[in-house]
């Protein structure tokens, strides 16, 4: 049976939450009642705080995006929950800048209900308060889904692209329109061999039987609908990719953002392979990659899996502000 290296119940969370800010002075700062973290340093040009959230057990997401360039303010629920919108109103508040609070929102039922209620109680303060949801996952984008697409790994694509336009001085409404056109021309899709470790039994969530993977994982572990044979992995990477560009149809030709992204326990020399592979692919179909991300930024706890996004860059303008300069504890600029 796998072992988790943290403290069992809520203290492992507060533990964990108290260590990132203790390691990172210099980038965030922890408030505990109710839980939120914030940045020290902003860029000086930004007059709308960008704030997102959510679940635990997503690390680096979303804490580690927190700086000049991404986010101002993060919300932390429990491991694999939506935070509470008081979590969510008080961060947003603490950060709020004069022209308002654009939330950054993957689309769970949780988050989207305690992020409205946060942005209600903020507009009655006069808070001007906009939402991007991220809702980039094919394996859910199905008539028999009343949720429609999960927010996933795409939710980094957005933060990066807003955070840049944040720092230019762009308005609530230019960031709102940007994140969702972003979110609009992104897509991805998830595949793990071994699921993860629930932190409340210590035992794995599903066994897969030997051989298979679970083709369209969700990142709290969530099954997909089949389990599939692995055959080997550039078959399984050419399928990802096709679903993915199914879903995005004709491409504007501007080049693409490849994010090759771990789920917790795949390797890097496991993530650089399959990056290698998915690049060859792309080029054979005449996909330009203009710019890559490598590693493990969306996790989901210890499961060993991978997820492939790509963002198809519609305006001229997006490289340049995936490109800016950022600053944050997860972020590594490999891009």
């Given at each position: 049976m796998p072992q988790l290296f943290i403290p069992s119940g809520r203290e492992g969370l507060a533990a964990a939450l108290r260590g990132f800010a203790d390691a990172h002075p210099e980038k965030v700062r922890l408030v505990e009642d109710p839980t939120y973290f914030a940045g020290v340093q902003r860029n000086p040009g930004r007059s709308v705080a960008l704030v997102s959230g959510g679940g635990s057990g997503h690390e680096p997401l979303h804490g580690g995006f927190i700086g000049p360039g991404l986010l101002d303010a993060v919300a932390p629920g429990q491991v694999f929950a939506s935070p509470h919108?008081?979590?969510?109103?008080?961060?947003s508040r603490a950060v709020a800048l004069p022209g308002g609070v654009v939330h950054v929102v993957k689309n769970y039922t949780g988050d989207r209900i305690n992020f409205g209620i946060a942005a209600e109680r903020l507009r009655d303060e006069g808070i001007p308060v906009g939402r991007v949801l991220v809702h980039d996952d094919v394996a859910t984008e199905s008539a028999h889904t009343a949720t429609g697409r999960r927010g996933t790994?795409?939710?980094?694509?957005?933060?990066k692209i807003l955070g840049?336009?944040?720092?230019?001085?762009?308005?609530?409404?230019?960031l709102v329109r940007l994140g969702t056109a972003v979110n609009d021309r992104s897509r991805s899709i998830a595949v793990a061999s071994e699921f993860l470790t629930s932190v409340h039994t210590g035992a794995r969530?599903?066994?897969?039987?030997?051989?298979?993977?679970?083709?369209?994982?969700?990142?709290?572990?969530?099954?997909?609908?089949?389990?599939?044979?692995?055959?080997?992995?550039?078959?399984?990477?050419?399928?990802?990719?096709?679903?993915?560009?199914?879903?995005?149809?004709?491409?504007?030709?501007?080049?693409?953002?490849?994010?090759?992204?771990?789920?917790?326990?795949?390797?890097?020399?496991?993530?650089?392979?399959?990056?290698?592979?998915?690049?060859?692919?792309?080029?054979?179909?005449?996909?330009?990659?203009?710019?890559?991300?490598?590693?493990?930024?969306?996790?989901?706890?210890?499961?060993?899996?991978?997820?492939?996004?790509?963002?198809?860059?519609?305006?001229?303008?997006?490289?340049?502000?995936?490109?800016?300069?950022?600053?944050?504890?997860?972020?590594?600029?490999?891009?």
């Amino acid at each position: 049976m796998p072992q988790l290296f943290i403290p069992s119940g809520r203290e492992g969370l507060a533990a964990a939450l108290r260590g990132f800010a203790d390691a990172h002075p210099e980038k965030v700062r922890l408030v505990e009642d109710p839980t939120y973290f914030a940045g020290v340093q902003r860029n000086p040009g930004r007059s709308v705080a960008l704030v997102s959230g959510g679940g635990s057990g997503h690390e680096p997401l979303h804490g580690g995006f927190i700086g000049p360039g991404l986010l101002d303010a993060v919300a932390p629920g429990q491991v694999f929950a939506s935070p509470h919108n008081r979590q969510v109103y008080e961060a947003s508040r603490a950060v709020a800048l004069p022209g308002g609070v654009v939330h950054v929102v993957k689309n769970y039922t949780g988050d989207r209900i305690n992020f409205g209620i946060a942005a209600e109680r903020l507009r009655d303060e006069g808070i001007p308060v906009g939402r991007v949801l991220v809702h980039d996952d094919v394996a859910t984008e199905s008539a028999h889904t009343a949720t429609g697409r999960r927010g996933t790994a795409a939710t980094l694509l957005v933060e990066k692209i807003l955070g840049a336009a944040a720092d230019r001085g762009a308005t609530l409404e230019e960031l709102v329109r940007l994140g969702t056109a972003v979110n609009d021309r992104s897509r991805s899709i998830a595949v793990a061999s071994e699921f993860l470790t629930s932190v409340h039994t210590g035992a794995r969530m599903h066994e897969l039987a030997p051989g298979q993977v679970e083709y369209g994982i969700g990142i709290h572990g969530e099954r997909a609908t089949l389990s599939t044979p692995f055959a080997d992995l550039k078959t399984l990477i050419t399928r990802m990719l096709d679903d993915v560009l199914a879903s995005l149809g004709t491409l504007t030709g501007r080049g693409s953002i490849l994010f090759v992204n771990g789920l917790g326990s795949a390797t890097p020399l496991e993530l650089y392979a399959i990056y290698s592979i998915a690049v060859e692919r792309l080029a054979v179909l005449g996909i330009d990659v203009a710019a890559r991300l490598v590693g493990t930024f969306v996790s989901a706890l210890d499961m060993h899996g991978f997820s492939l996004s790509l963002l198809d860059l519609a305006e001229d303008d997006w490289l340049g502000l995936w490109q800016a300069d950022a600053c944050a504890a997860g972020w590594n600029g490999l891009h």
